[in-house]
């Protein structure tokens, strides 16, 4: 194995540590090789949420506002309608009838109609519209065009005023019409566009850029051996857009060190996309082991940057890394096998969206475990469940590699190293697209699931057998 050269010097405290394969040019120290330690799980979430600061407020264009928060207040920049317009298609009148017909959009004399439609402008001297339903035309002793009142007209229509929309009548200009702090939904965005406004100031959310690594992934058709299925390209960027990211699209490189220095580099290309944004989150998925093919160190430490985790002790996802670069950017290395990438974007990169979308500590809850867990001293394991009579039992096919349990699972569960006896509440956190982990049963209330035993009748004697505690149905689990 080629070991990767050392990052340059930094003034830093906080700078890269050296990773296991990586050599130092001092030789005492080659002999004795610089370690770190992993963060337990729950310090991971922690480094990772408490290293962001949030995205202060930026201006977006109403077509890219929909579900950001609005950081200010929406605001009439003018009388809503700025016009007195029509209700209905008929005429626009001003007086009593029957009345002369003038040309459309001329001031009306008194006892004068012209024709109008929904939303057109009322004409100066216009009193009223009578509703198209409601008129009649017809001559008068010269055979001039005459409009009456008949149809479907209603004893003293039209009233003054009647089927006319007031300039203003929504909304006068200044008027707060969406208070800040909502999450705009598409009425919010019409709203903002009938009161004049192109853009809106929304609370900041973090840009995510993917890095897709791997010579030997495919994207289309049955791989041969040696060769896998790409299973980032369909799913990781919906999931950051779940857990609070904006895509902003997404680069493959193959395993070369120069192709990984280029990606986290993040040169301007050669045609530059005016609508591309600047990532603040670079998410990589593999090149974080210790093979002459992870280069995700070594690149951090020639871009000057620093990591904040390296390594988490739990399993799947033990060789996850956080990095901050010099420029603000925070580098997520995910594992290469699926699930564990998973695992590592729940406990890293969950809690770092969360903190830079200014939201908060993605939430933990316990459900009672539907099995005994043995032991597994020194590391956290995290378990998609499903949910079986109300207690959570482990998903079967879960191996670093595997998605098929995670595709049915209802959570996950996070089992201490000390293991986890039946019935025994365990901690657990809601998959981005699932429903929130169910709260545990109040004391007093009834259990949802399985039915109430009845009481045991006389006939059973005193020595009839009671449930001992717990059932394992974990085993019903297909």
């Known amino acids: 194995m080629t070991p990767n050269p050392p990052g340059p010097p930094s003034n830093d405290s ?25 963060h337990t799980w729950e310090e991971a979430r922690k480094a990772a949420f408490d290293i ?39 005429w626009a009148v001003n007086g009593s009838g029957p009345w002369i017909v003038a040309d459309a959009g001329l001031r009306l004399a008194p006892h004068q ?4 439609v929904t939303g057109g402008l009322i004409p100066p001297g216009a009193k009223a519209v009578l509703r198209s339903e409601s008129a009649v035309l017809g001559t008068d002793d010269d055979g001039l065009p005459l409009l009456m009142t008949g149809g ?4 003293g229509e039209p009233g003054n005023g009647q089927h006319i929309r007031k300039a203003g009548e929504e909304a006068a200009a200044g008027e707060v019409l969406v208070k800040a702090g909502v999450t705009l939904n598409p009425a919010h965005l019409a709203v903002a566009a009938l009161a ?52 902003g699209g997404q680069e493959r490189i193959g395993d070369s060190y120069a192709e990984w220095l280029d990606g986290l580099a993040d040169l301007p290309p050669e045609v530059p996309d005016p609508s591309a944004l600047p990532a603040d989150v670079v998410i990589t998925t593999g090149g974080t082991g210790v093979s002459d093919t992870d280069h995700l160190r070594r690149a951090v430490a020639e871009l000057g940057g620093r990591l904040v985790i390296d ?52 939430p933990v809850q316990e459900v009672p475990c539907g099995t005994t867990i043995e032991p597994e001293p020194g590391r956290t394991r995290l378990m998609p469940f499903r949910l079986l009579y109300g207690m959570a039992s482990p998903a079967k096919h879960t191996g670093p590699g595997m998605m098929r349990g995670l595709a ?28 929130p982990v ?41």
């Open 408 to 435: 049915s699972a209802h959570g996950v569960m996070v089992v201490p190293p000390h293991g986890v006896q039946l019935g025994e509440p365990v901690p657990a956190f809601a998959l981005p697209w699932g429903p």
């Open 196 to 247: 004049g406004h192109d853009d809106l100031l929304v609370q900041g959310k973090p840009v995510v850029k993917l890095l897709l690594t791997g010579s030997e992934v495919v994207a289309h058709g049955l791989p041969v051996p040696g060769q896998v299925r790409d299973t980032f390209g369909p799913q990781l960027a919906a999931v950051v857009e779940m857990l609070g990211g904006i895509n």
């Open 113 to 116: 109609a012209s024709p109008i």
């Open 52 to 90: 962001a600061t949030p995205i202060p407020p930026g201006r977006v264009p109403l077509g890219q506002a929909l579900g950001r928060v609005l950081a200010e207040d929406i605001t009439a920049l003018h009388d809503m309608p700025h016009y007195a317009s029509s209700a209905m298609d008929g």
């Open 438 to 478: 169910p709260a545990p049963a109040q004391p007093g209330t009834k259990p949802k699931g399985r039915p109430a035993a009845k009481p045991a009748t006389r006939a059973a004697g005193k020595d009839a057998a009671k449930p001992a505690g717990p059932v394992d149905w974990s085993a019903l689990l297909g």
């Open 14 to 38: 906080r700078s890269v540590t050296a990773a296991p394969g990586d050599v130092s040019e001092n030789p005492e120290q080659q002999t004795a090789p610089a370690k770190h330690l992993a």
């Open 311 to 362: 390594g988490i002790a739990m399993r799947p996802g033990h060789p996850a890394v956080l990095a901050e670069l010099p420029d603000g950017r925070f580098v997520l290395g995910l594992p290469g096998n699926p699930l564990a990438a998973m695992m590592a974007l729940s406990t890293v990169g969950e809690p770092l969206l969360a903190a830079l979308g200014h939201g908060t500590m993605p």
């Open 152 to 155: 479907a007209a209603r004893p």
